[in-house]
């Protein structure tokens, strides 16, 4: 009978719940704060659609250039979505269950690409094939060929600006598909083999749909950044919805037509992401207890190793190697003339843009993800999807939606200031280093908050219920608990935004402070000048940076194959 008596212990427990429902409370109005925030960029482009533009620059525009915008994004993401996939999952699946030499090595070198921002690439292959760049006087030389003896491709066309974007972005795809083709383990393939289907008919036919959910997402991850990037298309003069944008907010000085703009661009990315959950939704496998043993096959020996190694091969030559040994060879024969003090100011001014950002990142980020795991109800959930909004938004309509409001709160600020005390302060946060953070943190927000989240779902619920029964509170168990074991995830996550902001060019380009570069910045400064000598310093600075993440994850992928 006594094995009863600690029945009448749970109400005795509801004083001890009351505050603790009111601490998670207070911290699921923090974590809805921050989503308000990341979502007012958003929220201040939408509102001007249906505003009337200046000087009736949004009909001219629809008359005009809409039309080409249209056409050239859509050529594009198809181009860059279709090179991209064959590419990442191809040589996703050549890793996962061929054995071929050097299998090992492709399976973190493939991912050296992603270090190489698409613009610092548009920079080195346009120095390289132009008419008097390497390739093209090498061939004047051997062959004794003039200028109309020979057809050379113009690099900087739609077709270039494909190739560009599918060799550096690809790595996306192959990340996604590779992870999908280890998890299905070599069971399922080897099912496939003993009902007579041959390698090819096993990838067509089991691997691929199983991995197309995978694919998908990469893709999407792909096209945002394609339709996002302003550096390759405005220097290759391809003309997109980014290069419109801020063509209508700096050369017409409309702000309106460039929200406009902006919302067309939103459309695009919203049908991308419409497609790319439908994708998933429609296709869930689940595995089995075979996970983590890929198929290996037989080894592939003569002419199949040959062509392997070749097609592993060709996207890190092309994507990596070959531009940044270009821009590496132009820094070290040429390079900025200005190398000393003021490039220094340059990386200062991007370490600190991209330091602060990630820093309030990861904070962030933990905040959410921590107030959704103790209060797991639809407010919360609600604040989570709108935090992780801002990856979806190119940096040019963030830069928009940021604007406005701000350029409307100095405003205000500003006459009230004046009439009340006869203070003449001006702008007091457009055009300030604060704003530009907060740009950057609503565009990157996302890459700290998937990682978090991924950090903290391997902590066991149980462990918070330990400590609730010790008398710690939410806040005390977060200290610590929780942060011990998610230090190296807000690292990752930390390093990962930092990153980002130091690739991130349209947002840094409208949002900088007056006389506030960095060495995104610089780097097309000088590229649109046609000086490409002097922005090889610090295109071949933001790679080098880019590349201490990449060793990391490379490290966690050398691990999960062991």
């Not at 061939?139 to 057809?151: E, F, H, K, Q």
Request: glycine share 8%.
């Amino acid at each position: 009978m006594t094995a009863v008596l600690p029945v009448p212990a749970t109400p005795a427990l509801s004083p001890k719940a009351s505050p603790r429902r009111h601490r998670v409370g207070a911290l699921s109005v923090a974590a809805v704060v921050v989503a308000m925030l990341v979502a007012l960029p958003i929220v201040s482009v939408g509102t001007n659609v249906f505003s009337p533009s200046t000087g009736g620059t949004w009909a001219h525009l629809a008359s005009t250039v809409l039309p080409e915008y249209i056409v050239t994004t859509l050529w594009l993401c198809f181009g860059v979505g279709s090179l991209a996939a064959l590419v990442g999952a191809g040589s996703a699946w050549l890793v996962t269950h061929c054995d071929f030499p050097l299998r090992r090595t492709f399976e973190w070198a493939l991912m050296l690409p992603l270090a190489m921002p698409a613009y610092v690439m548009a920079y080195a292959y346009t120095d390289l094939l132009q008419f008097a760049g390497p390739v093209q006087s090498w061939l004047r030389a051997t062959m004794g060929w003039t200028r109309a003896d020979y057809g050379f491709p113009d690099v900087r066309t739609l077709g270039g600006a494909v190739v560009m974007f599918a060799f550096v972005l690809y790595p996306y795809v192959f990340m996604l598909a590779r992870a999908a083709f280890m998890e299905r383990g070599g069971a399922v393939i080897e099912a496939g083999r003993s009902l007579g289907l041959t390698r090819w008919r096993s990838f067509w036919r089991v691997s691929l749909p199983m991995a197309r959910p995978a694919i998908a997402a990469g893709l999407a991850l792909v096209l945002m950044e394609t339709l996002a990037d302003y550096g390759t298309v405005s220097y290759f003069a391809v003309q997109t919805f980014t290069t419109g944008i801020y063509r209508a907010w700096f050369s017409l000085g409309d702000r309106v037509a460039a929200a406009q703009l902006a919302m067309c661009l939103l459309g695009f990315v919203v049908i991308l992401l419409a497609l790319e959950r439908q994708s998933r939704g429609s296709a869930r496998f689940h595995g089995s207890g075979v996970r983590r043993h890929p198929a290996r096959g037989a080894p592939l020996t003569g002419m199949a190793a040959a062509v392997a190694v070749t097609a592993c091969t060709l996207p890190i030559v092309i994507g990596f190697l070959l531009p940044g040994g270009v821009l590496l060879h132009m820094a070290l024969t040429e390079g900025d003339a200005q190398f000393g003090a003021r490039f220094f100011t340059l990386a200062r001014n991007s370490v600190v843009v991209s330091g602060l950002t990630a820093f309030l990142a990861a904070g962030m980020a933990l905040l959410v993800a921590y107030a959704r795991r103790l209060d797991p109800r639809p407010l919360t959930h609600a604040a989570h999807w709108g935090a992780g909004l801002g990856y979806a938004l190119p940096g040019s309509v963030i830069a928009v939606g940021v604007l406005i409001p701000l350029a409307r709160l100095d405003n205000a600020l500003a006459q009230w200031l004046q009439a009340s005390f006869g203070w003449h302060t001006g702008l007091l946060f457009t055009g300030t280093v604060a704003a530009l953070v907060f740009a950057c943190l609503v565009r990157f927000m996302t890459a700290a908050l998937q990682t978090v989240d991924s950090s903290l779902h391997r902590v066991t619920p149980h462990m918070d219920d330990a400590a609730r029964s010790l008398g710690l509170t939410p806040a005390r168990t977060l200290r610590r608990v929780h942060l011990p074991l998610l230090r190296r995830g807000l690292l990752t996550a930390g390093l990962l935004v930092f990153i980002d902001v130091m690739k991130e060019l349209p947002a840094t380009l409208v949002m900088r402070p007056f006389n506030f570069d960095t060495l995104a910045t610089q780097a097309y400064t000088l590229a649109s000048d046609e000086r490409l000598a002097e922005a090889s310093t610090a295109t071949i600075a933001i790679v080098a940076v880019g590349l201490l993440p990449l060793i990391v994850l490379c490290r966690q992928i050398a691990r999960e194959r062991q």
